[in-house]
Every structure is written in C-alpha cells, then in structure tokens.
C-alpha cells in the first residue's frame, strides 16, 4: 500500500507552503493604512519638510473611492485603466525621466495631482507650508 504514504507526503509539502505564504504575507506586506507621509525615494536630499499625509484617513475624509485617482495604470487609448492599479510603485518610478536628475517633472506631477484637486474642491491645503509642515 503506496497510496497512503505519498497521499501524507503531499498533504504536508501543502502544509509547509500554506505556512511559508502565511509567513511572507504577515512580513512583507506594508498596507496603506501604515502610510502617514509622502516620501518618495527620489528626493534624497529634500528642500522641503516631507508632507504628513494619513492615507486612509486622508482618503475617506476626501471621499476618494478610486485608487487610480493616484495610483493609476494608463490603458492603450490614454485612458486610466478601470482594472489595474500601482499601488505597488512609487510616482517617480513612472515619472521621473530616465537618467535624469531634474526632479522639477517629478514635483510637479505631485502637485499636479495633489494640490489641484484641493483647488478644485476648494478643500485642503494649497500653500507651501501648509503641506510642507515644519515639524
Ligand atoms: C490621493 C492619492 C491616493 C489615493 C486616492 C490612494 N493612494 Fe495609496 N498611496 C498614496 C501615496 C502618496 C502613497 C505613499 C507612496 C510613497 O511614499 O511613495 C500611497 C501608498 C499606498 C500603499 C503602500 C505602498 C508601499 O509599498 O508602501 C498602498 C498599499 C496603497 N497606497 C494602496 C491604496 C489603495 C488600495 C487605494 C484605494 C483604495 C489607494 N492607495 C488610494 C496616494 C494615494
Ligand atoms: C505605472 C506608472 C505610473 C505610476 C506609478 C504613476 N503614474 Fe501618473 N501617469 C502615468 C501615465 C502613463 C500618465 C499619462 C501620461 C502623462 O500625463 O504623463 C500619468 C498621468 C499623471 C497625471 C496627469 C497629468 C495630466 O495632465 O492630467 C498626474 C498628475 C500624475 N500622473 C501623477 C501621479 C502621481 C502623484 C503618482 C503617484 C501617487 C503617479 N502619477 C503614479 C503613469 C504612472
Ligand atoms: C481627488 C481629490 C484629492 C486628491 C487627489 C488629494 N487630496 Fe488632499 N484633500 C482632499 C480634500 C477634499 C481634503 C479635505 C478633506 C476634509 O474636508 O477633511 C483634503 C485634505 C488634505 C490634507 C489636510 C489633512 C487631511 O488629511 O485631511 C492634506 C495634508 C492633504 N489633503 C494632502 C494631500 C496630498 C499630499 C495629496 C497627494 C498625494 C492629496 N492630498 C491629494 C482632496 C484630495
Ligand atoms: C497639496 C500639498 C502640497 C503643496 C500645497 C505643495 N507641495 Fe510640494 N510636494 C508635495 C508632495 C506630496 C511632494 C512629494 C513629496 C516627497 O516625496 O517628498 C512635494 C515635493 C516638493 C518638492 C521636492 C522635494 C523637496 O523637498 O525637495 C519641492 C521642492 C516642493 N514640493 C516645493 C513646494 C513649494 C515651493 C510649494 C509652494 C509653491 C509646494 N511645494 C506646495 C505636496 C505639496
């Protein structure tokens, strides 16, 4: 009788792999209600104090419901993709030009996308300092 065996062996290997997930899920996942600041990575040396922004907070007080508001996928027509999001990517990853070391591109796809929907609803900060809060 091989059968029993082999049926215990493959039921264990599961075993170890449900757990071996379960364990990589648990350590690497960074969720967004663990986000409170703005920090890409591009900007090593900053000229301006980072900004606070409490992410799940932010975006329930703004009634934001689309994460592609800012963490957008654009389809082949131009488009932001209804099924695919970046949440996984950092803005300059798609917005600061390869190679280069002007960042004014990058600073003003945030602004653009931050500042103007303040304007917009006439709602949240517009100032410098208002956003870029010295601590
Ligand atoms: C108003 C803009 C905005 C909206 C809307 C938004 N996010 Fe974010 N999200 C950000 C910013 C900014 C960061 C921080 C990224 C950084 O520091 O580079 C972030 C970070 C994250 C992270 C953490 C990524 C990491 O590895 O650190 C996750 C996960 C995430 N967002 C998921 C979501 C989901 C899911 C939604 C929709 C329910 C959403 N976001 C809506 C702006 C937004
Ligand atoms: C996966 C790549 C990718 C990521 C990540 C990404 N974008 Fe974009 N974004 C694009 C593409 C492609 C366009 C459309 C072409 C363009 O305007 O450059 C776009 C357009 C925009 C626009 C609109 C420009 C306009 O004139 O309407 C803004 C603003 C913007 N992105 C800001 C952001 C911000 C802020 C983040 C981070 C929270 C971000 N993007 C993350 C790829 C990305
Ligand atoms: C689609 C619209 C929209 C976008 C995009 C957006 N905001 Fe806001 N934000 C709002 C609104 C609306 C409020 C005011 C919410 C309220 O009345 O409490 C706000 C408020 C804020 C505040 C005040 C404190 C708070 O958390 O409520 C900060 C700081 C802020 N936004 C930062 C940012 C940053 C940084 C980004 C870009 C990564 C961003 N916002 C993108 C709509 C937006
Ligand atoms: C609505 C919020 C908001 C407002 C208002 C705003 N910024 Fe920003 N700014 C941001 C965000 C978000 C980033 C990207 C943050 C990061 O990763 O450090 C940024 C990045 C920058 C950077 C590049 C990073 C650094 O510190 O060197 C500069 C410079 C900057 N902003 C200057 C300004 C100036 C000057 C004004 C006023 C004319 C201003 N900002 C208004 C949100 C804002």
Do not use: W
Not at 11 to 34: F, G, N, P, R
Not at 81 to 90: G, K, L, M
């Amino acid at each position: 009788m091989r059968s029993i065996p082999m049926k215990q062996r493959s039921l264990k290997i599961s075993l170890i792999i449900t757990l071996i997930v379960t364990l990589m899920a648990a350590y690497t996942v960074h969720s967004q209600e663990d986000v409170k600041t703005v920090e890409d990575d591009a900007f090593s040396e900053r000229m301006r104090p980072i900004v606070p922004f409490l992410h799940d907070e932010h975006n329930e007080n703004a009634l934001i419901e689309e994460c592609g508001v800012c963490h957008h996928v654009y389809d082949d027509n131009g488009q932001i993709s209804e099924d695919e999001t970046s949440e996984d990517n950092q803005c300059s990853e798609c917005h600061l030009p390869e190679k280069s070391k002007n960042k004014t591109e990058l600073i003003k796809y945030y602004h653009n996308r931050c500042k103007n929907c303040h304007q917009q609803r006439n709602a949240g900060p517009v100032m410098c300092a208002e956003c870029h809060v010295k601590k």
